[in-house]
């Protein structure tokens, strides 16, 4: 009979279970108090994942256990991740906005002008905006091709970058906060924008603030956990198929672009997005060759205690 819990999905539900962990620890530290209530869509929408999950498992259906799967990683992640994002924003940490507009007046790039021009081009921020917020739906599309096409390693790949990503951004947020061009150039916000705005000030003020997981924002500036983000789809999309893989880079290169002309980043915001996919793929690399056999196959759990019992018993 097959084991159900692999090495891989040991280590992620584990990392899970560690930050959910230090957000109960640092909610100690912080003026910040949970709205449990906005638990139930997540652990309803989670419980349901999970029972899909064991039904395919049973028939056999694999990949839809490994969308299902998937989708509960990054769904649970995030519903944890979310909490210490806000957590780390709140400890009001010097604000490293100066730099990153000095960096910018280097390179001759004004995020107000390319604003202002993209705003009055009411075609260009429409689909600007419109790019910007389709890294959700693209990502949930991937998940699909990726688990049908029988490309699991890379799949499992681009979750620990997710996740690993999110959580190097979130460092980033506590040590060297930045509230990013909208407040420091002036730029008007949009409707989307303004609750980023609100919270950021609200939680560097030091005054109580009810966190909600129906209400959250990315708090994170530097660097850009969307860059990153859209790269990494890049290199999924590569790997998945040829015929998809120029639209799908041009599609999110458009995403990254968009990080821009909607005044959400700097342009090193940017380049740190960029190291942070780095520093992901090396790691996930890495994870993903001890949690798999050279042909693709999941190590199961058991497979690592065999190598522990192994181990000369005087190390």
């Not at 999950?53 to 056999?60: A, K, L």
């Not at 998940?143 to 979130?170: D, K, P, Y």
Request: net charge neutral; aromatic share 14%.
């Amino acid at each position: 009979m097959k084991r159900f819990m692999s090495i891989d999905q040991a280590l992620k539900w584990g990392f899970v279970g560690l930050i959910a962990a230090l957000d109960l620890v640092l909610l100690n530290f912080c003026n910040i108090e949970l709205q449990w209530s906005d638990l139930r869509v997540p652990l309803v929408g989670g419980l349901l994942l999970a029972a899909l999950s064991v039904h395919y498992y049973r028939r056999g259906g694999d990949a839809l256990v490994l969308c299902m799967v998937t989708l509960m990683h990054i769904g649970c992640y995030t519903t944890v991740i979310s909490v210490l994002i806000y957590e780390v924003t709140s400890f009001g940490f010097p604000l490293i906005d100066a730099p990153l507009r000095a960096f910018d007046a280097v390179v001759g790039y004004s995020p107000s002008a390319f604003v202002h021009w993209t705003r009055s081009h009411p075609v260009v921020d429409h689909w600007s905006t419109w790019v910007y917020l389709f890294i959700i739906p693209e990502t949930m599309l991937m998940v699909l091709v990726v688990a049908f096409s029988n490309h699991r390693v890379v799949l499992e790949q681009f979750v620990w970058q997710f996740m690993l990503g999110s959580f190097i951004c979130a460092g980033f947020a506590c040590f060297m906060p930045a509230n990013g061009p909208l407040h420091n150039h002036g730029i008007v916000p949009t409707d989307w924008q303004q609750p980023f705005l609100d919270h950021f000030a609200k939680l560097r003020s030091g005054d109580k603030f009810l966190f909600s997981w129906q209400g959250t924002e990315g708090l994170v500036t530097f660097p850009s956990f969307h860059t990153a983000w859209a790269l990494m789809l890049i290199l999924v999309w590569r790997k998945q198929t040829k015929w998809l893989s120029i639209p799908m880079a041009i599609l999110n290169g458009l995403i990254i672009l968009s990080t821009l002309s909607t005044g959400e980043h700097y342009i090193f915001d940017l380049i740190g997005g960029v190291g942070v996919t780095v520093v992901c793929v090396f790691v996930s690399l890495r994870v993903t060759a001890f949690a798999y056999e050279p042909n693709g196959v999941p190590r199961e759990v058991s497979w690592l205690s065999r190598q522990v019992y192994r181990l000369p018993k005087n190390i």
